[in-house]
């Protein structure tokens, strides 16, 4: 009996523990980055949904400040700068369902370092491009998942203790009633 209390006491921390990640994960769909950019005739923002880091990729949104008057394209690349061993990366984009005449986008940065997402417009004022700079950080030391593994751990030995001395306790107790 003792001892479905612990299994049930260790699935609840083990639960509050996921879902206190899980907060965290939602609240990424929040822009971390906004950047307003003139893109020839074209007023911009340009928002970033994730933190740049090499070996990533980068979410971002680009949407005009004012409703265009007709159609808009875009093209974006992330071009390396001079001290990067890289090439140039072309990103996927999607329409944006939350801004009339944006986009978002997803390219991935294989490297850290400084690059440019070259953003070319093309809309009823004519084409036009400009490059914002985006500066992708050293990707972390250890994985994510491996972090929570090690932090984890110490919940897991104080888990295996309580257990291993349930069990104690029930043999002892058996142990009294047979003699």
């Known amino acids: 009996m003792r001892t479905s209390r612990y299994f049930a006491a260790c699935a609840i921390l083990f639960g509050l523990a996921l879902a206190g990640a899980g907060r965290v994960a939602a ?5 971390l980055k906004t950047i307003d950019v003139r893109i020839g005739p074209y007023a ?7 933190e740049a880091a090499g070996g990533r990729p980068l979410l971002f949104g680009i949407a005009p400040r004012e409703a265009p008057a007709g159609t ?9 700068g001079t001290l ?5 990366v072309k990103a996927t984009l999607s329409p944006d369902p939350d801004h009339a005449g944006g986009v978002r986008g997803t390219v991935n940065l294989p490297v850290s370092g400084q690059w440019m997402l070259s953003i070319d417009v093309d809309g009823p004022l004519g084409s036009s491009f400009e490059d914002v700079p985006v500066l992708a950080a050293a990707p972390p030391a250890l994985p994510q998942w491996l972090g ?11 888990v ?19 003699h």
């Open 148 to 158: 929570w593994a090690i932090g984890l751990l110490p919940i897991w030995a104080i």
């Open 27 to 31: 609240q990424e769909r929040a822009p």
């Open 84 to 88: 990067v061993n890289a090439v140039p």
């Open 44 to 50: 911009m923002t340009v928002s970033y949904y994730s």
């Open 160 to 178: 295996g203790f309580v257990l291993a001395q349930a069990l104690r306790g029930r043999r002892a107790q058996q142990a009294a009633l047979a």
């Open 72 to 80: 808009m394209h875009y093209q974006v690349t992330a071009v390396p």
